[in-house]
T-cell receptor, first 114, second 115 residues
Framework: EPEVTQTPSHQVTQMGQEVILRCVPI?????FYWYRQILGQKVEFLVS????????KSEIFDDQFSVERPDGSNFTLKIRSTKLEDSAMYFC????????????FGSGTRLTVV | GDSVTQMEGPVTLSEEAFLTINCTYT??????LFWYVQYPGEGLQLLLK?????DKGSNKGFEATYRKETTSFHLEKGSVQVSDSAVYFC??????????????FGSGTRLQVQP
């Protein structure tokens, strides 16, 4: 069964450093997403991406965050200058047509900012 | 805005016990409702869904009924197994909420089933 692959599974970074989280969505999917879950809290929507541009973003997704699909297969989330409060599990997802029940999620990257 | 509230875990049960995980929601429109499951080391997987009031979603022995009058979507299973140990997330998608198709999740409930 096709999978969404996220790397690395765990990343530790120093406060103020830039970090890039990587995702390989399912190849024929058209919609891509990032969600995050701070430990013990809700899974929160960050951003959706369609047709090579951001289609929706939440209030969490400020100027410190950016997304890119650099080569038609990878989908990346960059955090420019990490803060302690960015420590969370980050989930990538893709969806063939954008229907609410069409998501496939990756297994997540745990980001720890020290 | 939209929100989902789940019962806090962990929920610890013996094998073959009955499971209920409560979920209530707040939405501005007519949401679709979902339960996702996350097994250790894996991604979130869609367990079941319901798209309108009184619909019952079911899969792998799990069931949940979309109750508009009580704004609830409680997850139930008659007889749990050790392999059901996982984190369960209730979620909704409400296109009336700014028109986006993103999912709104609860905080998850960890289920531990003991042999």
């Amino acid at each position: 069964e096709p999978e969404v692959t996220q790397t690395p599974s765990h990343q530790v970074t120093q406060m103020g450093q830039e970090v890039i989280l990587r995702c390989v969505p399912i190849s024929n999917h058209l919609y891509f997403y990032w969600y995050r879950q701070i430990l013990g809290q809700k899974v929160e929507f960050l951003v959706s991406f369609y047709n090579n541009e951001i289609s929706e973003k939440s209030e969490i997704f400020d100027d410190q965050f950016s997304v890119e699909r650099p080569d038609g297969s990878n989908f990346t989330l960059k955090i420019r200058s990490t803060k302690l409060e960015d420590s969370a599990m980050y989930f990538c997802a893709s969806n063939p047509t954008g229907v609410p029940y069409g998501y496939t999620f990756g297994s997540g990257t745990r980001l720890t900012v020290v | 805005g939209d929100s989902v509230t789940q019962m806090e875990g962990p929920v610890t049960l013996s094998e073959e016990a009955f499971l209920t995980i409560n979920c209530t929601y707040t939405a501005t429109g007519y949401p679709s409702l979902f339960w996702y499951v996350q097994y250790p080391g894996e991604g979130l997987q869609l367990l079941l869904k319901a798209t309108k009031a009184d619909d019952k979603g079911s899969n792998k022995g799990f069931e949940a009924t979309y109750r508009k009058e009580t704004t609830s979507f409680h997850l139930e299973k008659g007889s749990v197994q050790v392999s059901d140990s996982a984190v369960y997330f209730c979620a909704l998608s409400d296109q009336m909420d700014t028109g986006r198709r993103a999912l709104t999740f609860g905080s998850g409930t960890r289920l531990q089933v003991q042999p």
